[in-house]
T-cell receptor, first 114, second 119 residues
Framework: DGGITQSPKYLFRKEGQNVTLSCEQN?????MYWYRQDPGQGLRLIYY???????QKGDIAEGYSVSREKKESFPLTVTSAQKNPTAFYLC?????????????FGPGTRLTVT | AQKITQTQPGMFVQEKEAVTLDCTYD???????LFWYKQPSSGEMIFLIY??????QNATEGRYSLNFQKARKSANLVISASQLGDSAMYFC????????????????FGKGTKLSVKP
């Protein structure tokens, strides 16, 4: 079955540590995205990638980094520079970034930093 | 300025009744797409329905339909015959522009409406 996998579902880290969230898709989609969701809020875009070896900052990229070495994979690193890292993180992909293509989402990773 | 506005933070509906979730949007781009997503308590975002700005007819997908009023810039989601499993957060989203490049291809989300279906 095609889809997007994110692991782990729950992640706990100590303040000051970097942590990497994985995102894998087997939908053969070109575009991939990372979003952050805080309680009672909509989704905010962190980073996006249109093709392999290319990615762009979204609205809230500070304190985060990404890589896109393979079409299927788009890992997100939450660095110690991110001031409020505790949140729900969603990865998504779409065939392309054209307006009429919907994004498919993974199950999300809930990150708690103490 | 907010690009997507969902004015109903929470709504209740009786099982088997229809419900309308409101969404208004703001764009000067003539080409855009409007999307509705459902987010159950598990957290995953589930795509429900899409409406393109040039589509002549309102989109429908099973029990979901989109009441698209272009002049009013509204894209309300109508759920017919509500079921208990419809209880979830619902997000309206917009993507501007047909072409690649820049921030225009990004999906912009509203803050959501929490729908609760009563038995």
């Amino acid at each position: 079955d095609g889809g997007i996998t994110q692991s782990p579902k729950y992640l706990f880290r100590k303040e000051g540590q970097n942590v990497t969230l994985s995102c894998e898709q087997n939908l053969n989609h070109d575009a991939m995205y990372w979003y952050r969701q805080d309680p009672g809020q909509g989704l905010r875009l962190i980073y996006y990638s249109q093709i392999v070896n290319d990615f762009q900052k979204g609205d809230i990229a500070e304190g985060y980094s990404v890589s896109r070495e393979k079409k299927e994979s788009f890992p997100l690193t939450v660095t110690s520079a991110q001031k409020n890292p505790t949140a729900f993180y969603l990865c998504a992909s779409s065939l392309t970034r054209l307006a009429y293509y919907e994004q498919y989402f993974g199950p999300g990773t809930r990150l708690t930093v103490t | 300025a907010q690009k997507i506005t969902q004015t109903q933070p929470g709504m209740f509906v009786q099982e088997k009744e229809a419900v309308t979730l409101d969404c208004t949007y703001d764009t000067s781009d003539p080409s855009y797409g409007l999307f509705w997503y459902k987010q159950p308590s598990s957290g995953e975002m589930i795509f429900l329905i899409y409406q393109g700005s040039y589509d002549q007819q309102n989109a429908t997908e099973g029990r979901y339909s989109l009441n698209f009023q272009k002049a009013r810039k509204s894209a309300n989601l109508v759920i017919s015959a509500s079921q208990l499993g419809d209880s979830a957060m619902y997000f309206c989203a917009m993507r501007e522009g047909r072409e690649y490049g820049g921030s225009q291809g990004n999906l912009i989300f509203g803050k959501g409406t929490k729908l609760s279906v009563k038995p």
